[in-house]
T-cell receptor, first 113, second 115 residues
Framework: GENVEQHPSTLSVQEGDSAVIKCTYS??????FPWYKQELGKGPQLIID?????GEKKDQRIAVTLNKTAKHFSLHITETQPEDSAVYFC????????????FGTGTSLTVIP | NAGVTQTPKFQVLKTGQSMTLQCAQD?????MYWYRQDPGMGLRLIYY???????DKGEVPNGYNVSRLNKREFSLRLESAAPSQTSVYFC??????????????FGSGTRLTVV
């Protein structure tokens, strides 16, 4: 099955700096890559996603890039704010698995005011 | 619009006890999922239901059963709880079975402790 690796496991940045989280996947059949933000005591919430026919997608301060050849994708957060502090999960969904998602192990992001 | 509602939010069980975790969604989604979240392990799929009337095993189905009661509701049952099932359980739903859709909508989770 699909294997998703996520790095780093923890990340601390100063407010206003950028944060980058990287994920790799193993299954070339994966064609959908969502990113989730999980705040303490809450369920994960979709923040951005990208499909395999697109190399980059941006939504305000958040962007995701995808390199299909290398099988890796990254989340970029610019101008970080304290409210960006949370755990972020990447996921990959192979096209032949009934919309199953395989998640990375998460990155705990702390934005220091 | 409630989204995905899970009950209970917290539960403590003794080893060997049984319980059912309830999940309901009001978004007319076709597919529903049960995940467990453990420290350092991310989210792992237990069971899913691609559409009403169907259920399939995920990565970690042992010790669990599910029922897709109707389009809205998808329950997860632990027949004989074990300490290894101590975890946070999330229910999720999405509109498109078989194809990547809009991503999952998650519930707020059930924190289960088995002693």
């Amino acid at each position: 099955g699909e294997n998703v690796e996520q790095h780093p496991s923890t990340l601390s940045v100063q407010e206003g700096d950028s944060a980058v989280i990287k994920c790799t996947y193993s299954d070339s059949a994966s064609n959908y890559f969502p990113w989730y933000k999980q705040e303490l005591g809450k369920g994960p919430q979709l923040i951005i996603d990208i499909r395999s026919n697109v190399g980059e997608k941006k939504d305000q301060r958040i962007a995701v890039t995808l390199n299909k050849t290398a099988k890796h994708f990254s989340l970029h957060i610019t101008e970080t704010q304290p409210e960006d502090s949370a755990v972020y999960f990447c996921a990959a969904s192979p096209s032949n698995t009934g919309n199953q998602f395989y998640f990375g192990t998460g990155t705990s992001l702390t934005v220091i005011p | 619009n409630a989204g995905v509602t899970q009950t209970p939010k917290f539960q403590v069980l003794k080893t060997g006890q049984s319980m059912t975790l309830q999940c309901a969604q009001d978004m007319n989604h076709n597919s529903m999922y049960w995940y467990r979240q453990d420290p350092g392990m991310g989210l792992r799929l237990i069971y899913y239901s691609a559409s009403e009337g169907t259920t399939d095993k995920g990565e970690v189905p042992n010790g669990y059963n599910v029922s897709r009661l109707n389009k809205r509701e998808f329950s997860l049952r632990l027949e004989s709880a074990a300490p290894s099932q101590t975890s946070v359980y999330f229910c999720a739903s999405t509109i498109s079975p078989g194809q990547p859709g809009d991503g999952y909508t998650f519930g707020s989770g059930t924190r289960l402790t088995v002693v």
